[in-house]
Structures are given as C-alpha cells and as structure tokens.
C-alpha cells in the first residue's frame, strides 16, 4: 500500500494523477529532511471539515484545511490532511486560478505543515507561500 492515500467523506470526488501527486508530495517531504511514514488526504464538504474544526481545534469557522500530526517521532510524517473541496472551488474563484492549481497549493500547504512550517504570523504565512509556490514549481505534470 502506497504512504499516501486518498479518501472522500461526505462528498464524491475523485483526485486526477494521482500517482504523480503521490511523487510530487513524497519528493516534497524527503526534499524537506522528513521520511514519509503514512499519510492520509481525506476530501470532505464544508460541513464536515466544519464539524471536525468544531471538535478537535474548538474553532467555529469554515477552513480550507485541517492538518492533524500523528507522528511521535521526529522526522517521520504520519499524518491525517481534511480538504474541503467546497472552499477549494470557493477560493480558487475568489484568487482567479484553476481549481487544479488551488488544490494542489492546498494539498502542499499540509504537507509543508507536517514538516514544520507555520502560517499564524505574517512572516510565518510568507514564508509558508514561497514554499507553496516553491514546490508548485517543482510539479512534474500538468494541473
């Protein structure tokens, strides 16, 4: 079974290239000094990832995004990314770019947070894009 899989919750959707995301994401995390142990992205709607936000991180708002760490170890990924695939196509509208494209900014986005980068401080949330935009770069397939 491949490290990283992919699975919907309360949506369908089905991922284009996936092994090629698959690659791209493994190469970002090894670039990175981190070895993918097991990594979950688990597509969902706006009310889900809501809910999950409620639960777990005690914040009421809708999010892109929910990364959950479940390594113990330093240096080795385990972890558990929600991605509201509603807020994608809501965001990719509102930043003027191809669905495709905002989700594999988002897809990254986790990754890059399992490896330790943060975006709460502007220079932290900076820092996080040159990154994004970084390993968008090094994609090795069309969006």
Same mark, same amino acid.
């Given at each position: ?29 090894t670039s990175e000094g ?11 709607? /706006?009310?889900?990832?809501?809910? =999950?936000?409620?639960?777990? @991180?005690?914040?009421?708002? #809708?999010? %892109?995004?929910?990364?959950? *760490? ?30 495709? /494209?905002?989700?594999?900014?988002? =897809?990254?986005?986790?990754? @890059?947070?399992?490896?330790? #980068?943060? %975006?709460?401080?502007?220079? *932290? ?19």
């Amino acid at each position: 079974m491949p490290a990283i899989q992919f699975f919907e919750e309360d949506i369908v959707f089905k991922l284009k290239n996936k092994a090629k995301i698959r690659e791209w994401v493994t190469n970002t995390v090894t670039s990175e000094g981190y070895k993918l142990k097991e990594l979950n992205y688990i597509f969902c709607s /706006d009310a889900y990832l809501l809910e =999950i936000n409620r639960q777990y @991180l005690n914040h009421d708002t #809708y999010t %892109d995004i929910v990364t959950f *760490d479940n390594s113990g170890v330093k240096g080795t990924i385990i972890g558990d990314i929600f991605i509201s695939i509603e807020r994608i196509r809501e965001n990719a509208i509102k930043y003027k770019v191809a669905e495709t /494209d905002e989700l594999h900014r988002v =897809i990254i986005h986790g990754a @890059l947070h399992l490896v330790g #980068y943060k %975006d709460k401080t502007p220079a *932290d949330n900076k820092k996080m894009t040159q990154k994004e935009d970084f390993y968008l770069n090094l994609r090795s397939f069309n969006a």
